[in-house]
């Protein structure tokens, strides 16, 4: 079932351990803006870590049994997708105090910056961001999470999936975390699918900067006034288009 944790991905025995990950953060200088607020045994296989104030822990670490591995519906940034059969995966989630409020701007921002850094850090084979279910090379994750946190356009490619109807539309896996619901935009005959895919991008960006949506709204965009009308019932935003 999909969390609102992100997971790492190893090879075979370079799981790292807590000693690890201590070691790391000592030597990091603070390029990794993180300390250890909490270590239980190192057999335990999990360390508590405090970053801008917010505690997450950090799962998986050898010798402990790795996390288990989600099948993920899209993957971004290879050239070829590892087979993830192969590999042993840590999570990092919101600490037990602040995994209420897993949904705020603060703790998703931090905990993205904070799996960035790790992923750089460490020999990682791919990062999955759980509530989307999206596997991406740890390069091109930690590329997009930086333009974000600088104030770039918000990672729809990766933060969440976009899903591609039969009819055109597209819906996405993942938004819920951000703004509460999913969304599905209409599709249309009269553009590509890649243009289709850009608007939807604009339109998470947009749903992302503005939050929770709870009355129908009107806006513009490249392609025409689009009309978004919110099902509180379902958790869901439908997009449509003004004609």
Aim: proline content about 7%; aromatic content about 6%.
């Amino acid at each position: 079932m999909p969390g609102n944790g992100v997971s790492l991905y190893f090879s075979p025995g370079q799981r790292p351990s807590a000693e690890t990950i201590a070691a790391l953060l000592e030597q990091s200088s603070g390029a990794i803006m993180a300390r250890i607020s909490h270590r239980p045994p190192d057999r335990d296989g999990w360390l508590e870590l405090l970053a801008s104030g917010l505690t997450f822990d950090l799962l998986g670490l050898a010798p402990a049994l790795p996390s288990l591995s989600p099948i993920s519906v899209q993957t971004h940034g290879f050239d070829q997708a590892p087979r993830m059969e192969g590999l042993e995966g840590i999570d990092l989630l919101p600490g037990g105090h602040i995994a209420g409020g897993a949904g705020l701007a603060p703790i998703i921002r931090t905990q993205a910056g904070l799996a960035a850094s790790l992923a750089l850090k460490l020999p990682v084979a791919a990062v999955g961001w759980q509530s989307a279910r999206t596997l991406m090379e740890p390069r091109y994750f930690a590329q997009i999470v930086v333009n974000w946190l600088a104030g770039g356009t918000f990672p729809a490619l990766g933060l969440t999936a976009l899903l591609r109807g039969q009819d055109g539309s597209i819906a996405t896996r993942g938004l819920a975390r951000f703004v509460g619901s999913e969304m599905q935009l209409e599709g249309s005959v009269e553009e590509t699918p890649a243009d289709t895919l850009k608007l939807a991008i604009r339109v998470v960006d947009y749903l992302v900067r503005q939050g929770p949506l709870t009355e129908t709204r009107e806006i513009e965009s490249p392609r025409g006034r689009l009309l978004l009308e919110a099902s509180q019932a379902r958790r869901q935003l439908w997009v449509w288009r003004q004609r």
